[in-house]
C-alpha cells in the first residue's frame, strides 16, 4: 500500500499533496521526489508505521534521530545465541546494519556476565524508520535501541511470551536513586554498552547515572556517554553515531566535556526538591504530527522503494 501511493504520487510529482493525487495506476520507474515544503503532506508515521520491510536500497541513516528515516534496514533475527528480539507484533526489530551489528557484539560481552545470559532488545525502529505510530519520538533513523534491564535467564521465549514479559523497574524515589534489584552487574552492562566508540550517548533514569560516577574507581571516560533522561529505568537507550561516510545522517550534538556527573547530581536534586509550581503556567501547546514535508527529502524516495 506504501509502495503503491508513494509511486503514484512521485509520478506526477506531488509529494506534498500526496492525498490528492489520484493516478490509477501503478507506475514502474518512479521519478525523483520533489522536495515537499514543511508542514505539507500526509502525517508521517502513517505511511511509515505501514511499511511491512525494509526498503531495496543501499544501507543508510537519512537526518536526524527524531526527524528522519533509513533505507535499506536490515531486521535483527528475533533470536540469536545471546539476544532476543522483543515484542515482535510491533514490528521495530530493524535498523541499520551498524545497529545490528553492535547489538550481538554487546550481547556476547554481556553473556559473560554470571547472571545475563545476554540481552532482551526492546524497540529499535520501523523498517523503514520514520515516525513511529505510537511511542518513541525518536528511533526514526535507525541508529537507536532500546536493552531491558532485565537479566535473560532463557533465551528461548516463545512468541507470546515475548508480548506477555514485562522488564523491571531499577529505579526508587522517582529516579533519584536505585532500588534493590539494581546490581554491579547493572553497572557493567552500561559500561560496556558505553565504551563502543560506536555510541554517541546512552541514555538512562539519574539515579543510575550518579550510582555509577560513586562507584567507579577506574577509567571514567564512558561515563560521559551516559546521560539523565526521564523514563529509562525499565530498559536504557543506546544511540550511535552517524556511520562513517554517512553523508546524508545528522548526529547530535556530543555531550558536554566531562563525565557528566554533577549534572546527574542536579537531576537527583530536582527530583528531590522540585521547584514550586508556577502559579501562572502557559498552557502547553500540542506537539504537531509531523508530516512528510518535515523530514528529508530522501525519505519520500525510501518510502518509494521495493
Known amino acids: 500500500m506504501v509502495k503503491s501511493l508513494y509511486?503514484?504520487?512521485?509520478?506526477?510529482?506531488?509529494?506534498?499533496?500526496?492525498?490528492?493525487?489520484?493516478?490509477?495506476?501503478?507506475?514502474?520507474?518512479?521519478?525523483?521526489?520533489?522536495?515537499?515544503?514543511?508542514?505539507?503532506?500526509?502525517?508521517?508515521?502513517?505511511l511509515f508505521g505501514a511499511a511491512p520491510r525494509g526498503s531495496v536500497q543501499p544501507a543508510a541513516a537519512v537526518g536526524g534521530y527524531a526527524r528522519g528515516c533509513q533505507a535499506g534496514a536490515v531486521q535483527l533475527e528475533e533470536t540469536g545465541p545471546t539476544w532476543q528480539a522483543m515484542r515482535l507484533s510491533r514490528n521495530r526489530n530493524w535498523a541499520q546494519p551498524i545497529t545490528v551489528d553492535y547489538v550481538k557484539d554487546l550481547s556476547r560481552k554481556v553473556a559473560r556476565l554470571p547472571s545475563w545470559k545476554g540481552l532482551y532488545v526492546g524497540d529499535m525502529s520501523q523498517p523503514r524508520g520514520g515516525p513511529m505510530l505510537t511511542g518513541h519520538r525518536s528511533h526514526q533513523s535507525g541508529l537507536d535501541v532500546d536493552l531491558w534491564m532485565l537479566?535473560?535467564?532463557?533465551?528461548?521465549?516463545?512468541?507470546?511470551?515475548?508480548?506477555?514479559?514485562?522488564?523491571?523497574?531499577?529505579?526508587?524515589?522517582?529516579?533519584?536513586?536505585?532500588?534493590?534489584?539494581?546490581?554491579?552487574?547493572?553497572?557493567?552492562?552500561?559500561?560496556?554498552?558505553?565504551?563502543?566508540?560506536?555510541?554517541?550517548?546512552?541514555?538512562?533514569?539519574?539515579?543510575?547515572?550518579?550510582?555509577?560516577?560513586?562507584?567507579?574507581?577506574?577509567?571514567?571516560?564512558?561515563?560521559?556517554?551516559?546521560?539523565?533522561?526521564?523514563?529509562?529505568?525499565?530498559?536504557?537507550?543506546?544511540?550511535?553515531?552517524?556511520?562513517?561516510?554517512?553523508?546524508?545522517?545528522s548526529n547530535q550534538a556530543p555531550p558536554p566535556a566531562g563525565d557528566g556527573c554533577a549534572e546527574a547530581e542536579g537531576w537527583v536534586d530536582r527530583i528531590l526538591n522540585p521547584p514550586p509550581p508556577d502559579p501562572n503556567p502557559r498552557p502547553a501547546s500540542p506537539r504537531r504530527e509531523l508530516r512528510i514535508g518535515d523530514l528529508p527529502a530522501l525519505c519520500a524516495t525510501v518510502l518509494a522503494s521495493d
Open 7 to 46: 509511486s503514484r504520487a512521485l509520478a506526477i510529482g506531488c509529494i506534498a499533496a500526496l492525498v490528492a493525487c489520484g493516478a490509477s495506476e501503478r507506475v514502474a520507474t518512479p521519478v525523483v521526489a520533489q522536495a515537499a515544503s514543511p508542514g505539507s503532506g500526509p502525517v508521517a508515521k502513517n
Open 151 to 249: 537479566p535473560p535467564d532463557r533465551l528461548n521465549l516463545s512468541q507470546q511470551e515475548r508480548e506477555n514479559i514485562s522488564s523491571i523497574s531499577m529505579r526508587r524515589a522517582s529516579g533519584a536513586f536505585t532500588n534493590d534489584r539494581w546490581s554491579a552487574e547493572h553497572r557493567e552492562v552500561l559500561k560496556l554498552a558505553a565504551s563502543d566508540p560506536r555510541v554517541a550517548r546512552i541514555f538512562v533514569f539519574p539515579g543510575a547515572k550518579v550510582d555509577m560516577c560513586k562507584r567507579e574507581t577506574g577509567d571514567r571516560s564512558y561515563l560521559r556517554k551516559i546521560r539523565p533522561w526521564w523514563g529509562h529505568h525499565y530498559h536504557f537507550h543506546v544511540r550511535l553515531s552517524c556511520p562513517p561516510g554517512a553523508t546524508n545522517c
